[in-house]
């Protein structure tokens, strides 16, 4: 796997790419038992999709202590995966199970479902298509109408592919992608796949309290209407809400 942070800088090949890094500003408590898939802020509050067999659910939280004040469990059969809300509906992922499930927003009463051919990894949504990522270095764009393909693009750094694109956040013209087991976020341009930027997070997962090798960085939210950034991982006692600063 290239972890990009670390290949940058070994070589010195940074070029015209930026780095950034962080300063915590907030934390917000965040259940530990969450194997946190998707992740993304709607009028105030945050919604969380997460994994594993037999806990794989859907809910909405009180950002600030955590309470949960819906939720929808999926099947047993089912391991879900990325989550994004699209006008008045939420998409969710499954990871090897094909099928996407489309949830109303308000009630969470599943309205629909889509068969997916690849695995399903991280959901965003640019207003207009459906972005995924299936654990390759391709990002997928699809028409929420019917659930076509619409388009795809391979994701690369100076001509590299970026594998492992995971957990997605579509921010100001940009996909923001989770690379799976690093400490790296990467910014895509979502129309020629190139990685524009890299967020090194170095020393969060220390800071949320991270027991299990399972929990890794993975979890994305861009709040809009107070221009927070919000990150978390799988099992993570913090969310974070942190500023970036570029690197010299």
Known sequence: MLVLLLFLVSCGARGDISIYDYTVI????????????????????????TGQYGESALRKLNLDDGEVLQQKA??????????????????????????????DLETFDTLDSHYLATEGWGLAWNGEHLIISDGSDR??????????????????????????LNELEYIRGEVWANIWTSNEIVRIDPQS????????????????????????????????????LLVTGKLWAKIFEIELHERP
Request: no cysteine; glycine share 10%; net charge negative.
């Open 26 to 49: 907030n934390s917000y408590p965040h259940n530990t038992r969450y194997f946190t898939q998707g992740l993304f802020m709607h009028d105030g509050f945050l919604y969380e999709g």
């Open 74 to 103: 999926l099947g047993r059969r089912y391991f879900g995966e990325g989550i994004t809300v699209a006008g008045d509906r939420i998409y969710q992922l499954t990871w090897r199970e094909n099928m996407v499930f489309v949830h």
């Open 139 to 164: 990002l997928f764009f699809y028409d929420p109408d019917g659930f076509q393909e619409v388009r795809s693009v391979a994701v690369t750094f100076q001509g590299r592919p970026v594998r492992y």
């Open 193 to 228: 796949g190139e990685v524009q930027s890299v967020i090194d997070l170095s020393g969060l997962r220390e800071l949320a309290d991270a027991q299990s090798s399972d929990a890794v960085l993975n979890g994305i939210a861009w709040d809009a209407e107070r221009e927070r």
